[in-house]
Each structure stands twice: as structure tokens, then as C-alpha cells.
């Protein structure tokens, strides 16, 4: 008997709706860009079994929809933040590698243009240390920097 099957049985399509909405939850819940190995690590806390194919997947498809808007960081896979968010900029941690939003501007911006030119976009990137990798950083001696890096 020839079946027509779908490829897609009801219940593969209940657990990916339910992939997508844990993954957008981890967006909504962390308002700050995520690399997708974060929100696998965050999703899995919900959702044990969740892989990375499947972060990549919804990642993909969020932002073809418009859903979510990617970050790039010159060296690093690229970060992932909702989209229409109000005009800030981001910090990057050396540290511990996670993105932060900053509210605001810099007025100064501006001033630093050519009255001819005109400008259409920026992006500000600020690297540095955010607040629990500088205090780690201070109660540790120097010598306690050797500590080999994880990858
Ligand atoms: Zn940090
Ligand atoms: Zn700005």
C-alpha cells in the first residue's frame, strides 16, 4: 500500500514547537546577545536531550524571520539578540566571553564626523571586563593568572 505519509509526525512537530519556544524563552529571559552555545547550555536547563543541531536550526530560522538579528564580534561566532530593540551598543567580556547590552549613546560621536559626510549606521563594540570577572580578578594574585583557559 502506498502510503503518503507526512515527513513529519504530530508528535516531531509538538517537540519542535516546543524547542522554539524554549529557545525564544531563553532570548526574552536573558535580554542580553547569545552565542548559540549559550542558549544550548541555557535551553538545556529546561530541556534535557535539547542538541546543538537544533539550536542552530531555530537560530537560523528566528533570524530569517526577523526574529532575532545576529551580533558579530570580529573573532568569535556570531551572537544573537531579539530584534527592534531600542538603539544601545555591547560589551564584550575577554573573560568570560559573554556580550552585555549598554543603554545609550556616545554624544561625542557626532563631532568626530566630516560635516560633508553622511552617516547612515554605527556600531560601537567595547571590550573589557564585566563586574564578575574584574572582582575575580582583584582577589586573585597575578600569579593566579596562569590558570589555563577553557575553551
Ligand atoms: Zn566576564
Ligand atoms: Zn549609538
Not at 561625542?108 to 564578575?132: A, E, N, T, W
Amino acid at each position: 500500500m502506498p502510503s503518503s505519509a507526512p515527513s513529519k509526525s504530530p508528535q516531531t512537530f509538538h517537540r519542535n514547537t516546543q524547542q522554539r519556544r524554549q529557545i525564544r524563552d531563553v532570548f526574552e529571559r536573558n535580554d542580553r546577545p547569545l552565542a548559540a552555545d549559550e542558549v544550548l547550555q541555557l535551553a538545556q536547563q529546561k530541556m534535557a536531550g535539547l542538541g546543538i543541531a537544533t539550536v542552530y536550526r531555530t537560530i537560523k530560522a528566528l533570524t530569517g524571520e526577523g526574529w532575532l538579528v545576529s551580533v558579530e564580534v570580529p573573532g568569535e561566532p556570531p551572537r544573537y539578540e531579539i530584534r527592534g530593540k531600542v538603539h544601545h551598543h555591547h560589551f564584550h567580556c575577554l573573560k568570560c566571553r559573554r556580550m552585555f547590552e549598554l543603554e545609550g549613546c556616545l554624544e561625542q560621536l557626532g563631532k568626530m564626523i566630516p560635516p560633508s559626510f553622511r552617516v547612515v549606521d554605527h556600531v560601537v563594540l567595547i571590550y573589557g571586563l564585566c563586574s564578575s570577572c574584574a572582582r575575580a580578578g582583584k582577589t586573585r594574585s597575578v600569579r593566579g593568572k596562569r590558570k589555563a583557559p577553557k575553551s
